[in-house]
């Protein structure tokens, strides 16, 4: 249950960004999560937590983020 409603509703804690993270996105079909933080870093995280990859191009914070549809 990802009900963030619920008490105890902690499912993981990923590491992998050095500060804030300004932006989450679930992709389309659930199974990927994208965080874009103020370390100007994005990273891709699968369903079990694991940072499948991180984009490190960026030149400032990442505050929005979206899945491309195709």
């Avoid at 937590?49 to 505050?63: M, R």
């Amino acid at each position: 249950n990802h009900d963030v409603r619920v008490q105890e509703h902690h499912i993981a804690t990923m590491s992998g960004h050095t500060q804030e993270v300004c932006g989450l996105k679930w992709s389309p079909d659930g199974k990927m999560l994208a965080s874009g933080g103020n370390d100007n870093l994005v990273n891709i995280w699968n369903a079990n937590g694991e940072n499948a990859h991180t984009f490190t191009e960026h030149q400032a914070g990442v505050k929005a983020l979206a899945w491309c549809p195709w």
